[in-house]
């Protein structure tokens, strides 16, 4: 009898499975090397950095090169989730102050004070110079009623900072001496005095962050030779006290 020929299976070739192990390998990593950088994360960029660099150190594959591929560490976008760097205690300060101060600005032009109280922001703090003849009768200490909307005001702009607040009073050099004050020193006191009492118990100021200053005619900022001058130096000025050293002025400011 004639023998059957035996017919053996032929096995499939399964070479082709390593480079598109290695092809669905890249495309994975890819997809978390895209989704990384979409979220400008160092941290979590640095982690898939070395899982990535892991994976392709112990491969085989055709389109890796020795030693594997390395990936950049993207630089922190401003618009990012990085926290940006704070701002000095000192410019904080002053950007609040030139805030309250442009505040101030509107309400005493709206108010019709604009060639009666003057503000400023210097080396020293913020000062708001309010004449004489807004706050007081001549030759009086008692703060006139019709301004007291105004101090609210002011008292409420300037109790949204945390600084020191000095009241200081001032007079001209006309010499003074009547059965309630004996001289420009006790006037400009007594002017200090209630302006603070009422800026704290009215105004609604802490007490432990005010104090006075009485200069009578002591520092003028005006010639008191003239009425205009001697209307000026009669003043009180609410003075808020820097608590950190003013920032340097640049040539834009």
Do not use: C
């Not at 941290?43 to 890796?64: D, H, M, R, W």
Request: net charge negative; proline share 4%.
């Amino acid at each position: 009898m004639r023998k059957k020929k035996v017919h053996h299976e032929e096995h499939m070739d399964e070479t082709w499975l390593i480079p598109y192990a290695d092809m669905l390998t890249l495309l994975l990593a890819l997809f978390i090397v895209m989704f990384a950088m979409s979220k400008v994360d160092n941290e979590k960029f640095k982690s898939v950095q070395e899982n990535f660099n892991a994976i392709f150190s112990g491969g085989s594959g055709v389109l890796i090169e020795k030693g594997g591929p390395t990936l950049p560490v993207p630089e922190a976008s401003s618009s990012g989730d990085t926290e940006e760097t704070p701002l000095p205690n000192n410019v904080v300060e002053d950007n609040k102050m030139k805030e309250v101060m442009e505040n101030l600005e509107q309400q005493i032009k709206s108010e019709g004070y604009s060639d009666k109280v003057k503000v400023d922001l210097n080396e020293g703090g913020l000062e708001i110079s309010i004449q004489d003849v807004v706050l007081f009768n001549s030759g009086d200490a008692q703060v006139l009623k019709e301004v007291e909307p105004f101090l609210i005001k002011i008292s409420n702009m300037v109790k949204g900072l945390d600084n020191d607040i000095k009241i200081v009073g001032h007079t001209d050099n006309v010499p003074i001496s009547n059965n309630r004050f004996r001289s420009n020193w006790d006037l400009s006191a007594m002017r200090a005095i209630n302006v603070m009492n009422y800026i704290t118990n009215m105004g609604g100021v802490q007490e432990g962050r005010m104090s006075i200053q009485a200069f009578g005619e002591q520092k003028p900022k005006y010639e008191n030779s003239t009425a205009d001058g001697r209307a000026k130096n009669r003043r009180v000025e609410i003075f808020v006290v820097r608590k950190y050293t003013a920032p340097e002025k640049t040539n834009g400011n």
